[in-house]
């Protein structure tokens, strides 16, 4: 807090009263009318100019549709991407050079860009695309610079830096910190001061957990001041089954998890075993590698067990048609080409969709290699339309296994089923020989080209002859160790779970158009200490939570924010919602009502009346799904990531907050702030419950008004309320109980909500009133932060 | 330092931003206050260069209502009249036809095709002589006023991918829907309402279901969500306060909720704290605007007679029609009707009676109902499915009964009011039904034009997302300009 105010102070010269109002919306609208006129008046040309850091962004976002990797749309023959081709001459006009080094006037590259001949300026008008005169700026000194070109940054393989020398050296707890701080420090910025211990608890659990701490835990936490507290609270996170419930909920996501078929019927699928087991191989730290090479490629494993078959449930995961009438190929080339993308976008990085109907127009993937991939996953014993809406035999497609008793007792012990009903899940499984892949011209299902065979960019890195031309060659791929992306796309991923942003912004796309990294460095850093320690992921998790980056306080201090505005160097640490998922398991474990089980078959809490029934098709009568029937009891009180996904119609709790409709691989969620939360927050039985049960256990426990609203406020929020936050709510209970004493009615109407038993010796206005301040601290902003 | 706030600016995309604020402030008015002296013209943008409640050009249209015909109802049975199909009634469908295109499972096993006409009558109407069948006698009467369209196409074969690709632009993925892209474009009128609504209905025939994703905001903010409504006691999703808890008790609540928010923000200094304020304020208001905008009780006798006694039972289509004229005319933008129920793969004679009478009256009454209050003009009302039925019997013809299969070659639905020209008939399809014959209107034609009526170029209405630049139109269409006015 201290430091930041000296840096205040060293900017405080230069900041005029203009740029303290720019912070304002008007000043913010100053700028984009700065952008707009193209003149950024401040914005500095570098010294040197990079070609990955300045060039290439202005070139694939504005070039390459054009003049790039797609073989078919390339205009005038002339090709920017690629070095070699750059320095041709033109085809139209052999004396004219694309790219001539040092010599801007002699590029047609530039002459274009400058041209005010609206027949020769590039981009053409139609494209409605343009440069700003800073990025001509840039390139016109590119080329004098030489035109150099570089390869894309993502597809060297990462080498690990030293770690930067930095001036506070007192402040970093690992690697992390030293790269974070350099790049603080090069700006003149410096950290924020470390966060208090009750935030910090609440922080990490919810990070590591997705629950609140317990009274218990925070209790333990704020009396241990041992040295290594924070660090023994960190491992004893890591070690609870909760762990694994809250890693799974992005893994779900990136695996397009429900529990339905999708499509027009949309009936009942029982995949949700494959679910258990990301739960179980997080939590028993099954190391990366071994986490996806399951995954992809478990059933073609030397002697695969049943567990790594399971596992291979991941690619099963899509959407099967179970409309009658289909074509069977038009939809088991969709399956295909899903888990295509859903490679390319959840393990690689790459979006692979654009090439299924031509050459990518960004990145070097040509058509022809995104069918060579797609021939890794073309080779499935299935067909595009199985069976229609039915009766159990449907709820998984093959190939499919059944769970056995004998595995539930043995090797799947970790999958929570209690009856003694048939139990399958969809799995892969490849056909005894070969199904011949073509290129599908225009992507299409029944336009077959040039066939082709398995095979990977060698752009990104060459498959190697020794390997296995199927999915478990390619999962070896993925874990060579030049590969340049596949520990750099899940770091990045982990770094945007703990810190809200990615180091590369644009977690499911490395190519040319995804952003570049905010610190590569620390990127590369973190890939190969990843990489080389086993693919470790809850050494990776703890190392990003015991950095001193992560410590920092959330507070923006008066003033501050304007010199790190998007927190990008990490001044200080993120705050940001928590997930739907969580939001749920939040008010569940507070209120004390979480069932605290782990697995089973997905469960369906209070939803409002007549969803499913308004938008089920006629055939849905003969499925599980065209009528909602909610679950009772226990099942009402479990996990968020529990709720049961109908993919048409997912659970409105979920949607509201943002959470994914799993349709396709969804690497990242958006977070908005809209009223529906508002509305849902206030309104929805859950809550409401769980307000109810809070406040009767307070009253039984007899404690004084001010204890019972302080320890509700600690379960909630997770801290000590202020004393002037206690009187505000001390005011709103006398004022609700008033309400409440005047009128007992009402307060019997407030308190029916829920199937929760009543307590009946409660008194009923004291009840309500009490349920009403609860209800309100659930509303409370900070509530549903992580801060 | 000012370098740094300059690229902080730069780095907010300009729409990004003010659709921020406008969450709270409601954009088209943010919009125009802004609009004179920054924004007008056009000049050099990268890409994507509407700002929330600003269109690309003057519009004709502001808002659109959607009568979405789920399950695709015939053409050949209601505006497409084939008298050669009844000649050749049970004949065989010819080879040099049907040009070996391609069939759904459904009946691509069927030995035979045997062609069939409509088993109802058609009559012309209105000054453009436009074809209806007996089935939708009210639609007959407002012929002059509606732009049928007799040459849509579709890519697509199967419900799913259909309704998909008509509502989003693609059959497959997750992408913003229509009503998503218009609120995305133009922003909301009404800072009460959202300005995407959706409304669904049931009818007696068989029926495909409906998915959320149909009104997804695909890759954009979630404030584009379509919001579904329905006429019951809770209109909006957790809209009504609880049993036992009065208005006031909920505005005391938040206010004492901001007092603790704003507690949190001294500590913080969080500017997303206020910024959750406004959404509990906007939720409040939400609670009262919503009940007015979608309370019925207040509509006079006579307009119930003209949506037909249906309109009084709260989750019909005829109700939902008045309800989509009453949140129109609150300012939201797209209101999204979907009416199950028109997949007459058998038993079409019987079924599609009781589907033509459900949204018939209704259909028409919105038209009129418009048109007397003087916002037909610029409220653009479109009617049709997904895709059209084929011209030969699916299953056993006899002289009473038959079906029809999936046929995307060509289909018929209409448009009225928002610049489109009343009282025209545009496309034809041959003399059987099946192949266009003259000016086909593709869906990414049909979805360009939409947005162009709203001042909306459809290339220019682009979201980048995962290094892609995004359109509802995906690669291709055209506004079709004979429709205009």
């Known amino acids: ?787 | 330092m000012e370098n740094k706030l300059i690229e902080h600016g730069l780095n907010t995309n300009r729409r990004h931003f003010l659709s921020k604020l406008s969450l709270g402030l409601g954009s088209a008015a943010l919009g125009s206050l802004l609009i004179p002296d920054l924004f007008s013209g056009s000049s050099g943008e990268a890409y994507g260069d509407a700002v929330a409640g600003v269109p690309h050009f003057a519009p004709k249209a502001k808002r659109v209502i959607y009568l979405f015909q789920n399950g695709a109802p015939s053409q050949l049975e209601s505006f497409d009249y084939k008298p050669k199909l009844r000649e050749m009634w049970g004949e065989e469908l010819p080879d040099s036809i049907r040009q070996g295109q391609r069939l759904t499972g459904m009946t691509s096993s069927q030995s035979s095709f045997p062609m069939v006409g409509s088993i109802y009558d058609f009559q012309q109407y209105g000054q453009a002589r436009a074809w209806v069948s007996e089935l939708f006698p009210h639609t007959a009467k407002i012929v002059d006023d509606i732009c049928i369209i007799k040459s849509m196409h579709t890519e697509a074969i199967n419900h799913d991918p259909a309704l998909t690709f008509f509502q989003t632009g693609a059959q497959q993925g997750n992408r913003p829907s229509m009503g998503a892209w218009l609120s995305y474009g133009l922003g909301s009128e009404n800072s009460n309402l959202p300005a995407f609504t959706v409304l669904l209905s049931k009818g007696k025939g068989n029926g495909q279901g409906v998915y959320s994703k149909l009104w997804s905001n695909g890759f954009l903010e979630s404030v584009h969500q379509g919001v579904q409504f329905s006429s019951g006691d809770d209109p909006v999703l957790y809209l009504s306060n609880q049993e036992g808890m009065s208005r006031q008790q909920r505005r005391k609540m938040l206010d004492r909720l901001a007092e603790l928010n704003h507690l949190s923000f001294q500590k913080l200094g969080d500017p997303e704290i206020h910024a959750k304020v406004a959404q509990y304020e906007m939720a409040y208001r939400m609670q009262t605007a919503v009940p007015e905008a979608t309370d019925l009780s207040t509509e006079p006798d006579m307009i119930f007679d003209l949506y037909g006694e249906e309109s009084r039972k709260p989750g019909t289509f005829a109700a939902n029609c008045l309800l989509a004229r009453k949140l129109s005319e609150n300012g939201v933008r797209f209101v999204q009707l979907y009416h199950q129920g028109w997949d007459q793969h058998g038993n079409l004679p019987n079924e599609m009676r009781d589907q033509a009478k459900d949204v018939d009256q209704a259909s028409a009454a919105l038209i009129t109902d418009l048109k007397q209050r003087g916002l037909l003009d610029e409220t653009l009302v479109i009617w049709g499915g997904e895709f059209g039925r084929t011209n030969y019997s699916q299953g056993k013809l006899t002289k009473e009964n038959y079906g029809r299969d999936h046929h995307p070659r060509c289909f018929s639905i209409w448009m009225a009011g928002g610049g489109v020209k009343p009282g025209f008939v545009y496309g034809e399809t041959d003399e059987f039904g099946y192949n266009i014959a003259k000016d086909p209107v593709h869906v990414h034609d049909f979805q360009a034009t939409v947005l162009h009526q709203l001042g909306l170029d459809h290339e220019r209405l682009i979201y980048k997302h995962l290094g892609r630049r995004f359109r509802l139109t995906d690669v291709s269409g055209h506004v079709v300009k004979d429709l205009l006015v």
């Open chain 1, 1 to 787: 807090m201290l430091l930041n105010v000296k840096v205040l102070a060293n900017y405080y010269r230069i900041f005029s009263s203009r740029s303290l109002a720019l912070a304002g919306i008007i000043g913010c609208l100053l700028l984009f009318a700065c952008e707009r006129g193209g003149s950024v008046g401040a914005d500095s040309i570098p010294d040197q100019i990079s070609y990955n850091l300045h060039i290439r962004p202005i070139l694939s976002d504005n070039c390459f549709a054009c003049h790039g990797p797609d073989a078919n749309k390339r205009e005038a023959g002339l090709r920017l991407d690629i070095e070699k081709e750059a320095f041709k001459t033109l085809k139209d006009n052999p004396k004219a050079h694309t790219l001539v080094p040092g010599n801007s006037n002699q590029s047609e590259v530039y002459r274009r860009l400058v041209s005010t001949d609206l027949n020769e300026k590039m981009p053409p008008p139609e494209s409605n695309l343009a440069l700003t005169s800073h990025q001509i700026k840039l390139i016109e000194k590119w080329i004098k610079q030489g035109a150099v070109y570089e390869p894309h940054w993502a597809f060297i393989p990462p080498k690990s830096p030293e770690l930067p020398a930095v001036k506070l050296t007192t402040w970093p707890n690992n690697g992390i910190d030293y790269f974070i701080l350099q790049e603080q420090e090069k700006r003149r910025l410096l950290p924020n001061a470390e966060a208090d211990k009750e935030t910090l608890l609440r922080r990490l659990c919810l990070d590591l957990t997705g629950l609140p701490p317990t009274l218990d835990q925070m209790e333990r936490f704020m009396l241990d001041t041992s040295e290594d507290a924070y660090e023994s609270m960190v491992d004893e996170l890591l070690a609870s089954s909760a762990y694994g419930e809250k890693m799974a909920v992005h893994w779900m996501d990136v695996a397009r998890y429900a529990d339905s078929h999708g499509y027009q019927d949309d009936n009942f699928r029982s995949q949700w075993p494959w679910r258990d087991w990301v739960i179980y191989a997080f939590n028993k730290n099954l190391p990366y590698d071994a986490f996806i090479t399951w995954q992809l490629a478990g059933d073609l494993l030397p002697n695969p067990t049943k567990e790594q078959i399971l596992a291979t449930g991941f690619n099963r995961n899509h959407k099967i048609t179970e409309e009658g009438g289909v074509i069977d190929e038009e939809y088991r080339v969709e399956y295909v080409v899903d888990r295509t993308n859903t490679f390319g976008k959840a393990i690689i990085g790459i979006t692979m969709e654009c090439a299924q109907c031509h050459d990518h127009k960004y990145d070097p993937i040509s058509q022809k290699d995104y069918f060579q991939l797609y021939a890794f996953f073309n080779n499935i014993r299935e067909v595009g339309h199985e069976s229609n809406i039915g009766g159990p035999n449907t709820y998984a497609k093959h190939p499919k296994i059944e769970i056995t008793e004998e595995d539930l007792n043995g090797i799947l012990s970790f999958v929570n089923k209690k009856d003694t009903l048939g139990l399958i899940v969809s799995v892969m499984g490849d056909l005894d020989s070969i199904r011949p892949t073509h290129i599908l011209e225009r992507g299409v299902y029944d336009a077959p080209g040039e066939p082709v065979r398995p095979d990977l960019p060698e752009s990104i890195l060459s498959f190697s002859d020794d390997l296995p031309k199927n999915r478990l060659g390619l999962a070896k791929w993925l874990f060579d160790p030049k590969n340049p992306l596949t520990s750099r796309v899940f770091v990045n991923r982990m770094w945007k779970e703990i810190f809200g942003r990615g180091l590369v912004e644009t977690v499911g796309d490395f190519g040319m158009q995804g952003d570049l990294p905010t610190h590569p460095e620390l990127l590369d850093w973190l890939s190969v200490d990843f990489k080389e320690n086993g693919w470790d992921i809850k050494r990776l998790m703890k190392q990003l939570v015991t950095s001193a980056t992560y410590k920092q306080s959330a507070a923006i201090p008066a003033d501050f924010a304007p010199l790190d505005p998007d927190n990008a160097y990490y001044t200080r640490a993120p705050r940001a919602r928590i997930k739907a998922e969580f939001v749920k398991d939040l008010v569940m474990a507070s209120s004390g009502l979480l069932v605290p089980e782990v697995g089973g078959p997905s469960v369906k809490p209070y939803q409002p009346p007549g969803l499913w029934e308004a938008a089920a098709s006629t055939g849905a009568k003969f499925g599980l799904l065209g009528t909602y029937i909610q679950d009772t009891g226990d099942a009402l009180y479990r996990r968020g990531l529990y709720t049961f996904i109908k993919r048409t119609l997912p659970p409105p709790s979920m949607i509201i907050f943002d959470a994914s409709n799993r349709d396709t691989c969804e690497p990242d969620r958006t977070t908005t702030n809209t009223p529906l939360q508002a509305l849902l927050m206030m309104n929805d039985p859950m809550v409401l419950e769980a307000s109810r049960v809070l406040a009767a256990r307070l009253l039984e426990e007899g404690e004084s008004d001010e204890h019972k609203l302080k320890k509700a406020f600690k379960l909630i929020v997770n801290r000590t309320p202020l004393s002037s936050e206690i009187e505000i709510l001390m005011m709103h209970y006398a004022d609700q109980l008033q309400l409440y004493k005047n009128d007992p009615a009402e307060a019997e109407k407030a308190l029916k909500i829920g199937e929760y038993p009543q307590v009946e010796q409660l008194d009923v206005a004291e009840q309500a009133a009490l349920m009403q301040v609860v209800s309100l601290m659930y509303n409370l902003e900070e509530t549903l932060m992580k801060s």
